[in-house]
């Protein structure tokens, strides 16, 4: 098995277009995003720029209708079948350059670039019986690959790939080794993590994650695989950490309390699968103005600032990748406060599983080693009423430093915390 | 709602393809099935000819994978992406003559033509773009009606019609048009009747089941809508009765018993649900020589004479649909025998519904009103060792008639007769 | 099978104790009950007076917690395991007389009267090993009959009892000799209908039932027998058509638009299941006041006065068992007036089918014939909004007269008639 | 949270009646074993001996339906609603001294000591309203702490504890504190671990664990606790872990290859929830002489010889604990051998999870760190087939030793292993 680590030592941390933008995205506004990283995020440790689905159709977000997927739309493929940017939203891949030059500027400004893919080949490139790229250069044609009865529920553009088939193997290899040509780092494959959603064939979706898996390894650049939707399926852990950095642990994640509340749950489930390499994925964080590409209008983020905190201190301390949903250039100044707490973004970085300590119907208490022998100790009030912590029960010893304010507190045994409903306290506790 | 009486007043009884050759029948085993009920069926009241799936594919029965439907075919359309028949199979049809030629055959010969289609639009139709036929001549394309996540799980065709589309009628009335045009007589949909296959939409199966009533009710000519496959779901029996004339209520029949023997609990729930040209449908007759397309040889039926004998008894007080599944130029003396017995075959003609009168773990009683007022029982022994009826059991008075060998038994209170294991008797019982 | 025709040729209407006093009705409630339907709804063809659950148990009504059920509770038996009524709540009942007083007094008045049970034997007496009644004077013990897995999910009384084991009959046989010995003309027995309820044995209900079934046919009185609760499983329908008189469709049926709503969709999918002394039952009649002893003080129903015409007229154009919910000393002049209009009852007496004619989102046409050749029409308004209603969309012929307003309409092809939401029209069409 | 570490620091190796002597075991049997392992197995690390269901039942064995419960048996109660043993059957328990004297003599052989109890309060001492003991000596009684809806499917002597009552706490708080008294070291807790098994409230086997476990904290001897039966849910790892020493992570398992082949999906499964007192649990090892308490006569294990190496190398790198079924006294030399293995069972007392590093169809390899820093290798040959296995495959470097022979190997990377079917290799690896 390829090394995992290499591409992803700790936990992607960066920005996505998907909240915000839908299925719309342009290049300009990925520059933009960039430029705004490089400026003002990069030096707090966000690198990865990811564009998101749809960045091969031309029309993509003109129809309002099925968010903004375009059934039997003829999006832009190169003579293998394999899909390219549509020039008219990213010029610079114009002339079969593809992301190249995107990703060359990206790269410049010394961050990293992503993208999305569905799983799978495009239905009307096995309908026109369209040519695969196979090592040997014997001839596959798209149908002969593509699996009729292997369609998403939710988008309408790709046949799941049939793994017993000739050719398989070469279609996913040619197209990671297009996206390596053109300096992709990061790769979000999407219909694919929750692998029971495949009633049709219930091994399909884990035999196309290995044929993904393998061809990421072939391509001879380390990538970050990242595999959408959730829920991921517990039961198939160990499948995933093998031929995976990163599994969606739950549907896709939006800005309301009961998701995050939620959130706890899996994060409870999936606690003991995190490192080396391997990060379940919480979805992106909708933080700031989002949701301009839905066509209904962007929105300001309806989580409160409490819950903000209590979101960026469950992702830290479980060490979820960050992948921020909002609109960069746009930041407002809290957004951006919460998104740069250095001592919160620690913990990102360091080696220790996190754990549940404790778990009341209000009340969750997680843990995890400091690389520096402390103790990280988050505590969130997940009632609706005010909740006083008393830093005697943490059952820790030490002195307490408040992570998010940046204040020494003292023995943590004599600590007497009032936390607003939904919100957290983050300590870091030493000797 | 069209009057179903007139297309079907009786239990439709014919031939159809499937059960011999599979996807391949061809325009000359056509002519010779006909030709043959012509001669030595119709005068028992046999009349329906019925080609089965994959006519318009030039290339079915080549590739020996999926039960030979071919993935991602190109089969024959018209300019409206309506299917027409493959010319190198019939070649009657060629020049754009579709199925009249044949038709006309059949009607010549005082037999009734039927075809089968797959509900929907085809796949490659929707990706190409292709135009639908409009009453108002309106441009209509046909991925504006087809439904991506719209498919089947067993043949790679078609996609479903959206029917909150404009143009979603149309394209079925054009449909329904062109078949009238060619002299069909029964169209069998299939794909369509087990309304709980689709769960991206619950109420998809039953709205397109709308749109083909209708375009069934407009074409003008009276044509038995047939609708496959099963098991159809009881709690929408409402539903099958006001749109269609027969609806299949198990899932594929073939020639084992513990099919046959699971025909019983089908034909208990359905009994109150037959008459008025409503016929559920207990698939074909399984009988003779089997399965010449399915590309393992063909094979004689492994029904024994008794479990034929069980079958026809069912089938005829049930007044289930028949339709033989053997190629009729190769029939035996014995199942000759059993498709012509007039005194059975009588009960299909008659007006009333059976009932189950008695249910144990190894008999069932069936009973019908003839229509001089006599009786019609029975009697089936579903165990594995034999049975002795004894005729006071039954319930009724008067004298029997043995159905099958056409004997008078007498005072049918002192019968005792036994039984074989899996072997029927079939009265008629008058005062 | 015993004659269910003798029982209940027609549907039984009456009063059952449930709606309005739930476990805890008494002897004079009852006679009071009694005394008002004799009075003034007997000669409208109401005639059942049924006391519902808990009648054996001194206590009941006194906890209430579990809907007034107590767990554990050693209500009365007699020396065989059958239950007794309390004394203390039916003084009539004591010295061993049981409700045979009080069935004397109500037949008296020319009425009859029933009770409900719950199915099985008392869990004590299976712990205690108490005596059952033999036919043959065999030794049985309660412990050697009752099925320990065999539990309902909501009363805590009762074990199912084991069919499979020597004395199950006998025990069912008893029970219904002594009710037979009141003079119990109804008995409602509870938790058995939905056979899909026993998931720890798929086919105990249904072996239950048929011991049930037996001991009613065994005991010489024709009793109507009554099952509850539902959803009934309309694949088992055969089974409940031939073993009793009245099955549940629906689950417990309150006085609110959503259940009554529902209904229209139960009534369809069981139209064909009526007649010939089978009842398909929709539950009690949640008029006037309710609820008084369910421990929150009573209420007035909350169908508004359109509601209660709708839900007259489906049950009784389908044929639905009357069972009035209300206290009937406490009737109020409108709830009279519904529950005495002769026109309308006069449908339970019919002896034709209806049928559901026309379904739209907010429209269902029922048609019916009269027994003198007419038909009855019946329309519903299920919609919010004012609907107009053509009698020429009726496809009727005939001069029209308003049941519920004994009005003559004239041609009923003329009729515009405006319904307001959720109100009925019921017509009868005669040439 | 109590130190499950205390009590389990290694995973439990002992004995178990159940596989032998099902529900029939007597004191003189248990004897006879416990004598066998303090003679043959202790010096091995075998510690436990455990008495298996329906201790308490005088005539458990005398039936043999229901696999020898007997529905409503009256079994041996304290005063306080405590079942005690049956003196019948453990002589030394007569005059209230319960389990002690037993537990006094395998405590004298330097053995530990063992029961197994259904979860909850007997059914009948809620039916009778028996006493339960109370901290504060206040009045409470089993019908006011028993559920009467939480029923076991399988075993009819218990009523599940309603945790919501006042009372219930005490009642399981007076259980422990009975067994502390009698020396009891481990207590299987049955009819809990599968926690979705309790459809009418999904909570309360969640709940009745936690009253369970707080019991075993309070009653201030060590105690090991484990729950029956699985399979676990992996969703509520967090659960067993914080509550739990042992958990059943699969349904009963007896001596059939495909319940052995499946286990290793189980182990899979639940890798990374192994250590620091938590031992999930792979049920007991079915060797040697089994089944003589099923009353169809003993038999020898259906497991080949390799098929038990395969058993053993997966329990003991899984660390699952280890129980043996078999009869000792009867140990034949083989499965002695096979048990008493030191460089085997060093693997239970290692401090590293082990973890699934390959996984094809038929081959599955397991690898774990020894204590001294060298690494357990177990190949495993789930397939039909003899397969080679080739050390280089492995990716370890070092010296190998072969631990089921005690044979040094030479070079890891050099090794050439011809595997039987269903057979494994077991390897120390060390630089």
New interface residues.
Partial sequence: MYSKNAAAPFPPMGWNSYDYYNTMVNEQQVRDNADYMARSLKKHGWEYIVIDIQWSDPDAGTDNEHFQYI??S?FCLDEWSRQIPAPNRFPSSAGGKGFKPLADYIHSLGLKFGIHIMRGIP??A????LAVKTADGSTVT??RI????S????N?DMYGVDWTKKGAQDYYDSVFDLYASWGVDFVKVDDICNTNMYP?NPYSAEKEIELIAHAVEACGRPMVLSLSPGPAV??K??HLETYANMWRITDDFWDEWRFLKAMFERC??W???SGNGNWPDCDMLPVGKLGYGFGRGAWETRFTEDEQYTMLTLWSIFRAPLMIGTDLPQLDAFTLSLLTNDEVLALEKRRSQAY?AR?TDDVRLWLAESDDGGTYAAVFNLGDAALTVSGASLGLTGSARDLWRHRELGDVTELNVQLAPHAPLLLLVRA
């Fill in positions: 059934p039997f003829r239905r009307y096995a309908h026109d019986h798209a149908d593509a699996d009729p009865y369609v998403s529920r939710w309408p049709h517990i039961e852990a160990w409870e489930v606690q003991k699968h549940l778990k």
